[in-house]
């Protein structure tokens, strides 16, 4: 099988980058759609506007209705058809770009992606993660090519809440196990080829550079500056995880992942936290060393990620172990990245790994 390895045509990244949109956008197109939610509209809409006036680009903006699901993907291409735009521009979160990388696939047009969050991997590739109207896992939408342009402003970034900073590290720090285990299988990727020795290494990176400015980033962050760390971990969250899973393979933690959306009580947790405990609960389902174990519980206990069920707020209850194996079973549903680790993985595999991942994060905390 081939060896592939796919990402965006440009990534731009660095203080004020928001400003510089019009010039990028140029080198696509004179009429684009903007797609953003309320939030993000008025937080940044007149610097858009003014950058893409300047550069003679003419837009039509569309707020975000807040969930990427096939009824929104639709609604906002059938306002695309109307008002005739050349290009998408997706601003703010991940369901945001997910949703505009759909909308812009759905009339063939190229696309920038601008998040105003470092809360997943999202921006940089070439899929989006559908869910129903009620936040329920729903599929992925794949696409042939990656987003032309990924604009990050990383003073935005800075400003953003903390928790969602933070989030984005639980999604960073799956990219390394889940491409160690799906090269180890030698399973496609969902770039359509096996793992490269670029894409491992850029997965690889992506781990040491959370280690080692992870908590540094967060401090700054939660006093809305930017340091170098900042900028490192933004570039880990965004980029190297977004190359690192997409060209080197995902596995059993994003699996877990969505699993846990079908249980409503988790509907309040974001993406990366849901990840974070999916990947303690991978290196379960792989006996993985005490060392490696204890080095990613420290990690997620010093910036804030989920380590047992109670932080996922799920308690002691009488039906908890029959929640716990639904979430297992979903897990393991066909289709899902949980098959391409290196071992067949069942869902009674699963329940306990969950059961042993949560008993591990307790005794870690207390």
Request: hydrophobic residues 40%.
């Amino acid at each position: 099988m081939l060896k592939v390895i796919q990402s965006p045509s440009k990534y731009i990244q660095g203080p004020d980058a928001i400003s510089d949109i019009g010039h990028y956008t140029k080198i696509l197109a004179d009429h684009v759609f903007v797609i953003a939610d309320n939030f993000v509209i008025n937080l940044i809409g007149d610097n858009v506007s003014k950058s893409l006036t300047k550069h003679e680009v003419t837009s039509h903006f569309e707020v975000f209705n807040g969930e990427c699901s096939r009824k929104e993907i639709e609604r906002l291409s059938a306002i695309l058809l109307t008002n005739q735009c050349q290009a998408v521009i997706g601003i703010g979160g991940g369901k945001t770009l997910d949703t505009a990388k759909a909308v812009a696939h759905e009339s063939k047009l190229p696309i920038i992606i601008s998040p105003t969050l470092a809360s997943t991997d999202a921006p940089t590739s070439a899929l989006s993660v559908l869910y129903t109207e009620l936040g329920k896992f729903d599929g992925y939408l794949f696409y042939p090519k990656n987003p032309d342009i990924v604009l990050v402003d990383t003073k935005i970034i800075a400003k953003s809440p903390i928790r969602l900073f933070v989030a984005g590290m639980g999604d960073a720090l799956a990219t390394y196990f889940e491409a160690r285990a799906s090269s180890t299988a030698h399973h496609q990727t969902m770039a359509g080829g096996t793992s490269s020795l670029a894409g491992l290494a850029l997965a690889k990176l992506c781990y040491d550079t959370l280690l080692a400015e992870g908590s540094k980033a967060k401090m700054a962050v939660e006093l809305g500056v930017i340091t170098p760390a900042v900028e490192n971990i933004v570039e880990a969250n965004t980029y190297l995880s977004g190359i690192g899973f997409e060209s080197a393979g995902l596995a059993a933690a994003h699996a877990i992942h969505n699993g846990f959306t079908i249980l409503e009580e988790c509907h309040h947790l974001y993406h990366g936290e849901k990840v974070a405990f999916g990947t303690l609960t991978q290196l379960m389902l792989e006996n993985s060393p005490n060392e490696e174990l204890e080095t990613v519980l420290d990690f997620c206990v010093q910036v804030g990620l989920p380590v047992t069920l109670e932080q996922l707020g799920l308690r002691d209850s009488e039906n908890l172990h029959q929640k716990i194996m639904q979430v297992a079973t979903a897990s393991c549903a066909e289709g899902e990245t949980i098959h391409n680790m290196p071992f067949i993985v069942t869902p009674d595999q699963v329940y306990a790994a969950i059961l042993a991942a949560d008993q591990m994060g307790k005794d870690w905390l207390y």
